[in-house]
């Protein structure tokens, strides 16, 4: 098995990944951050729609425990409790705060269990098709309740994370093309 080796940006991505499924909610805040319990967003499932394949990750309660089912085409992969995935999130969440910038880094359990759930990597491969539909520059697509009139939408969302040093709003790199 070759270890996935990724900075703290891309290890991010499977951090959101896997907290959103294990927490299950998503609380609003007022403009000073401050959360709100009545405003919230359950989290349905969790769509990797990718060039190869689309992995869907669902959320269901079941005698008082939520779980995952992961499926591949439709295809069961794998079940694993909540909590099980929000610990592993923990501990990559770990991983990512003792990262120094531009650094990489294996975090070798966590990459094992994602691979027992089908993901092959925690950077977002979108498919053509998905990037049309949910914007080239989605990390993942999140399909979300309502608290309030339990509407569902099925979204794309950039992942911008604080871990470590702020998020940028233009990156600035050679690769960008910006002339100065």
């Known amino acids: 098995m070759a270890v996935w080796q990724f900075n703290r940006g891309e290890w991010t991505e499977a951090y959101v990944f896997m907290r959103l499924l294990g927490d299950g909610r998503i609380y609003g805040a ?22 190869d394949k689309i992995l869907i990750f669902e959320r269901f309660v079941e005698t008082n425990i939520a779980y995952i089912r992961a499926s591949k085409d439709g ?16 501990v990559l969440y770990d991983s990512i705060r003792t990262l120094a910038a531009n650094r990489v880094v294996g975090v070798v359990n966590v990459q ?65 093309g910006f002339t100065f």
């Open 75 to 90: 295809e069961e992969i794998n079940v694993v409790t909540a909590p099980e995935l929000s610990e592993y999130a923990q």
């Open 30 to 51: 007022s403009s000073d951050l401050t959360k709100d319990d009545s405003c919230y967003i359950d989290i349905v499932d969790i769509i990797r729609d990718e060039p």
């Open 112 to 176: 094992e269990y994602l691979e027992s759930l089908g993901v092959d990597t925690p950077k977002a491969n979108l498919s053509e098709e998905a990037k049309e539909r949910y914007g080239a520059k989605t990390d993942v697509i999140i399909t979300s309740e309502e608290s309030l009139d339990h509407s569902r939408t099925t979204e794309g969302f950039s992942v911008k994370s604080h871990i470590g040093s702020p998020a940028t709003l233009f990156n600035c790199s050679q690769t960008s």
